[in-house]
C-alpha cells in the first residue's frame, strides 16, 4: 500500500512565525503535491514537484515556498505565517499517470 | 483550460445504487480519477480511467466517455460509511509534466437508514 506521511496532524503557530510542513511518501513517486483545501473553495494546488530539485507553482503560490531535496519528501514553508493561511493542508503523491495518494492531512491554525 | 462539473449533493438510502456525474471542458486530458472524502479526513484514491469504458473496483464502478466529456461514479449497495464528498479529477495533456490534476468541486453524498 502507497503511505504518504504528513510530519503533524494539528499545528498552532502565531502570524510572523516561519512554518515547515513536512510529506514523505514511501512508494518512489517522482511527483508530490502541496494543496490546501477550505471550506466552498475546493482543493487548490500551491506547488508540485516531478523530480528531485524539481519545482512549479501551482494555482496559489504567493506566501509559500517548497523544498525537494530528497525523492521521497516534499516540504512546504511558510516564510511568514499570516492568519489567512488558516487551512487544512494535503499533500500528495503519484507515479506518471493513474491517480494521486494523499496524506492525512496538517490542520494549521495561524493565531 | 478546464472546469469540471459535478452535483453538490445528492441524498440515498442504505443499500440503493447511486451515480454521480462529472462533466467537463478541458482542451485535453489524460484521464479521469474519483477520489472520497469523509469529513475531516483526507482525500482518498478511488479510482482511474485512462480509457473510455467502465472500470470496476468492488462496489465502485467508474465510467469514462471522451466523446460526450461526460464521467460518473457509480456505488452499489450502499453503506451508511459511504456518506462522504466524492471528487472527480482530470489531468490535463498539456504541460503537465508533473501529473497535475484539475478537481471538481465535490459532491457530498449522504446516506440515510
Known amino acids: 500500500d502507497v503511505k504518504v506521511t504528513q510530519s503533524s496532524r494539528y499545528l498552532v503557530k502565531r502570524t510572523g512565525e516561519k512554518v515547515f510542513l513536512e510529506c514523505v511518501q514511501d512508494?518512489?513517486?517522482?511527483?508530490m503535491f502541496w494543496y490546501r483545501q477550505d471550506p466552498g473553495l475546493g482543493l487548490r494546488l500551491i506547488y508540485f514537484?516531478?523530480?528531485?530539485?524539481?519545482?512549479e507553482k501551482g494555482d496559489i503560490p504567493e506566501g509559500y515556498s517548497v523544498s525537494r531535496e530528497k525523492k521521497e519528501r516534499f516540504s512546504l514553508i511558510l516564510e511568514s505565517a499570516s492568519t489567512n493561511q488558516t487551512s487544512m493542508y494535503l499533500c500528495?503523491?503519484?507515479?506518471?499517470?493513474?491517480?494521486?495518494?494523499f496524506g492525512p492531512g496538517t490542520r494549521l491554525t495561524v493565531t | 483550460g478546464q472546469s469540471l462539473e459535478q452535483p453538490s449533493e445528492v441524498t440515498a438510502v442504505e443499500g440503493a445504487i447511486v451515480q454521480i456525474n462529472c462533466t467537463y471542458q478541458?482542451?485535453?486530458?489524460?484521464?479521469l480519477s474519483w477520489y472520497q472524502q469523509h469529513d475531516g479526513g483526507a482525500p482518498t484514491f478511488l479510482s482511474y480511467?485512462?480509457?473510455?469504458g467502465l472500470e470496476e473496483t468492488g462496489r465502485f464502478s467508474s465510467f469514462l466517455s471522451r466523446s460526450d466529456s461526460y464521467g460518473y461514479l457509480l456505488l452499489q449497495e450502499l453503506q451508511m460509511k459511504d456518506s462522504a464528498s466524492y471528487f472527480c479529477?482530470?489531468?490535463?495533456?498539456?504541460?503537465?509534466?508533473?501529473?497535475?490534476?484539475?478537481f471538481g468541486g465535490g459532491t457530498r453524498l449522504m446516506v440515510k437508514p
Open positions: 478541458t482542451s485535453g486530458f489524460y484521464g
Open positions: 514537484s516531478y523530480d528531485v530539485k524539481m519545482k
Open positions: 512508494m518512489d513517486h517522482e511527483n
Open positions: 480511467n485512462g480509457l473510455d
Open positions: 500528495a503523491s503519484s507515479p506518471p499517470g493513474t491517480g494521486q495518494y
Open positions: 479529477a482530470v489531468r490535463p495533456a498539456e504541460n503537465n509534466a508533473g501529473n497535475m490534476l484539475t
